[in-house]
C-alpha cells in the first residue's frame, strides 16, 4: 500500500505561465481522489494521464471559482462517456444547490447518482471511511468556507513469515497470526508463536492537504506529524500584509507550519500569478523547512515504504 499525489495544476487565481488552477489526483490502494476541480481539470486529466471512470470520489475544498470552476464540465463529459456507476461527491456547504440549479437550467439527468455531502464549517468530520483509509476533513481559515482533508491509512496488519512456514494455514490461522495472536492447540500448547511465524505490518502513511487558508497556529493540532503536506504558499514573506488580508499564507509561513508540524516532507502551491520563476519562492520554504518541493503539474510524490 501507499499513498501518490499526482498534481494537475497549483495556480492561484488566474491562469499563468502555462500554470493552471488547483486540482490533484490521490490514489490509495487502487482507489482514485480528486481534490479540487480548477477550470481546465479536464484538459489536464487528459494530458497526464488520468481516467476519469476511475475517479470515485470528487473533494472540493471551497467555492472559489479556480477550485471549482470545472467541475459542472468534468461532471458533464463523465455523463457524456456513458458513465453509470455512482460518484460521491463531497464539497462546502452550497454545493449541492450550485449543482441542482446548473442541471435544472440544463434539462440535464446524469446517467449516473450523484451521492453529494456537504462537510460543516470549523469542525474536523470523518467524510470518508473505506477498509484501508479514512479521510477526514480539516478546518482551514479563509475568507469563505473552507477545508483541507486528511488522508490517512488505516494500521497494516501482521504479514506471514514465509521463510518459516512449510505447512498450510487455514483461513482461521492465517487470520489470527495477522491479527498479532498466537494460534493455540486445542490442548492449550502453542501451535504457531505470533512472533516466530509473521513480521511486523508495512508503514502506513498519511497525507494532508491544506487549501486556501491564512497562516494559523490551530491548523498544527489537525495535521502533527504527517508524512506529506501539501500547503498553500500564495506570496513570499515580502507579501505577509496582503497574505494576511487575503487570507493567504506566504512561503516562509508555509514552511514555519511544516516544522511546527513535524511533518515528514512538504509540498507548496497555490502561487500567484505575480511570480513568473518560483525558484525564489521555493528557496524561502526551504529556508524554514528544508525536505519541500513544489506542486509542479505532472509531478507525482510517492509515499511508500
Ligand atoms: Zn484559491
Ligand atoms: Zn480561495
Wanted: proline share 4%; with cysteine.
Amino acid at each position: 500500500m501507499g499513498i501518490s499525489v499526482k498534481i494537475l495544476g497549483s495556480s492561484a487565481a488566474s491562469f499563468a505561465y502555462n500554470r493552471h488552477h488547483t486540482s490533484q489526483i490521490i490514489e490509495v490502494d487502487n482507489k482514485h481522489f480528486m481534490i479540487d476541480c480548477g477550470e481546465s481539470t479536464q484538459l489536464q486529466a487528459k494530458k497526464y494521464h488520468v481516467k476519469l471512470s476511475k475517479i470515485n470520489h470528487i473533494l472540493i475544498s471551497h467555492l472559489h471559482g479556480d477550485h471549482y470552476y470545472g467541475l459542472i464540465g468534468l461532471l458533464s463529459t463523465m455523463h457524456l462517456y456513458g458513465r453509470k456507476h455512482p460518484l460521491s461527491l463531497i464539497g462546502p456547504p452550497g454545493l449541492s444547490e450550485i449543482i441542482t440549479i446548473q442541471l435544472k437550467h440544463s434539462r440535464t439527468v446524469f446517467n449516473f447518482p450523484i451521492e453529494l455531502t456537504e462537510w460543516k464549517e470549523d469542525v474536523q468530520e470523518l467524510l470518508i471511511d473505506l477498509p484501508k483509509l479514512t479521510i477526514k476533513s480539516i478546518p482551514m481559515k479563509h475568507s469563505i468556507p473552507c477545508a483541507g482533508f486528511l488522508f490517512e491509512e488505516k494500521p497494516n496488519l501482521r504479514r506471514l513469515n514465509k521463510t518459516h512456514l512449510n505447512e498450510t494455514l487455514n483461513p482461521s490461522e492465517i487470520k489470527q497470526l495477522k491479527a498479532g495472536i498466537d494460534v493455540i492447540h486445542e490442548d492449550g500448547s502453542i501451535k504457531y508463536l505470533n512472533q516466530k511465524f509473521t513480521l511486523p505490518p508495512r508503514k502506513h502513511h498519511s497525507y494532508a492537504f491544506c487549501s486556501d487558508t491564512k497562516y494559523h497556529k490551530d491548523l498544527v493540532k489537525w495535521i502533527k506529524g504527517v508524512d506529506l503536506l501539501y500547503h498553500e504558499a500564495t506570496f513570499m514573506e515580502d507579501m505577509k500584509e496582503r497574505a494576511s488580508l487575503t487570507y493567504h499564507t506566504t512561503a516562509a509561513q508555509a514552511g514555519q507550519m511544516a516544522t511546527a508540524a513535524e511533518v515528514g516532507k512538504l509540498i507548496v502551491g497555490h502561487f500567484s500569478t505575480r511570480y513568473k520563476d518560483l525558484n525564489p519562492l521555493l528557496k524561502e520554504v526551504q529556508a524554514e523547512f528544508e525536505n519541500a518541493r513544489l506542486a509542479l503539474e505532472g509531478y507525482i510524490f510517492e509515499l511508500n515504504e
